[in-house]
Nanobody, 124 residues
Framework: QVQLVESGGGLVQAGGSLRLSCAAS????????MGWFLQAPGKEREFVAS????????HFTAFAKGRFTISRDNAKNTVYLQMNSLKPEDTAVYYC?????????????????WGQGTQVTVSS
C-alpha cells in the first residue's frame, strides 16, 4: 500500500512558478513509476508528466513541454513537478499517482495509487 500526499499548490500570477511535491509512504518507492495529472473545472482528468522508478523514462504532455520538469528523490520518497511560465489555463487540481507496472504512462488506469490533489490557480 502506498499513500501519496501532494503539496505546493497555491495562487500565482501568470508567468510565475510553482513546485509541487508528492510525498509517498512505503519502502518501495523506487519500484513505482510516478505520474502527475490535472483536472480543470468541468473537464476530465488528464496526463501532465511521468517519470520512471529510477528517474529516467520521462514523458510530458505537449502543453507541459518546455515549461514543466519532473524529478524524483527516491531517498526522500518524493516526486516533484516544477512548473514555470504558468498560464491561467494551467489552473486545475493537480494529482500525483504511483504505478507498479506502467507502460501506457498517459493512461490513468495504469496507476495504482492516487493522492488527494493540490489546487493550482493562475491569475491573469
Amino acid at each position: 500500500q502506498v499513500q501519496l500526499v501532494e503539496s505546493g499548490g497555491g495562487l500565482v500570477q501568470a508567468g510565475g512558478s510553482l513546485r509541487l511535491s508528492c510525498a509517498a509512504s512505503g519502502r518501495t518507492f523506487s519500484s513505482y513509476s510516478m505520474g502527475w495529472f490535472l483536472q480543470a473545472p468541468g473537464k476530465e482528468r488528464e496526463f501532465v508528466a511521468s517519470i520512471g522508478g529510477g528517474g529516467g523514462n520521462i514523458h510530458f504532455t505537449a502543453f507541459a513541454k518546455g515549461r514543466f520538469t519532473i524529478s524524483r528523490d527516491n531517498a526522500k520518497n518524493t516526486v516533484y513537478l516544477q512548473m514555470n511560465s504558468l498560464k491561467p489555463e494551467d489552473t486545475a487540481v493537480y494529482y500525483c499517482a504511483a504505478g507498479f507496472s506502467v507502460i501506457l504512462y498517459r493512461n490513468q488506469n495504469q496507476y495504482d495509487y492516487w493522492g488527494q490533489g493540490t489546487q493550482v490557480t493562475v491569475s491573469s
